[in-house]
């Protein structure tokens, strides 16, 4: 059983991956609209991996004996201002989502909550790979330039990197 602390600071967390699959949602919905095709797969992806983020934690509340909540989501933003705009967006997203996993984990350890350190750490190198994957797009844009004209190459790259991920999501699921 994990403290009434824990608990609630996992309801927190459910809520924050939930509002993140949210916002890649309607992510996707706005890149389609621009007719950017690479990103609006990529957002979807995206949209997906937090859903089951936020279900990892949900699966674990249960096996531990407490009760996840389903979370009220605020309304995401709808638009955006350009491509680059919005991957800004994605990476404060991520950082944030990153540190609110660090004081997860601050709680596990000040607890002794081992079981719930452990399955942390997993969070803990997905949010180092998700940084690290919305730093090099945004490097990516920095040098094509966002501007009607490089939006197509843009995308181009987005769809190459959406598909490098399905490829290594596809390499894990075997493993
Ligand atoms: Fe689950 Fe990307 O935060």
């Not at 602390?5 to 919905?29: C, H, P, V, W």
């Not at 933003?77 to 991520?94: G, L, N």
Request: glycine residues 4%; charged residues 30%; negative net charge.
């Amino acid at each position: 059983m994990i403290s009434k602390k824990m608990t609630d600071a996992l309801n927190r967390q459910i809520s924050l991956e939930g509002y993140a699959s949210f916002l890649y949602l309607s992510m996707s919905a706005w890149c389609d609209d621009q007719g950017l095709e690479g990103c609006t797969s990529f957002m979807r992806r995206q949209s997906d991996e937090e859903r089951e983020h936020m279900l990892r934690i949900f699966e674990y509340m249960s096996d531990v004996g407490a009760h996840a909540l389903t979370p009220a989501i605020a309304q995401v933003p709808h638009t955006f201002e350009s491509s680059q705009k919005m991957f800004e967006m994605v990476y404060a997203h991520e950082q944030k989502v990153s540190k609110s996993i660090y004081e997860l984990m601050a709680i596990a350890k000040e607890e002794n909550d081992f079981t719930t350190d452990n399955f942390l750490q997993w969070y803990i190198t997905e949010q180092r790979e998700e940084e690290n994957l919305m730093r090099s797009i945004l490097d990516k844009i920095k040098l094509i330039g966002d501007s009607p004209m490089t939006l197509y190459y843009i995308d181009k790259e987005i769809n190459a990197i959406n598909a490098a991920e399905l490829k290594k999501e596809a390499a894990e699921g075997d493993a």
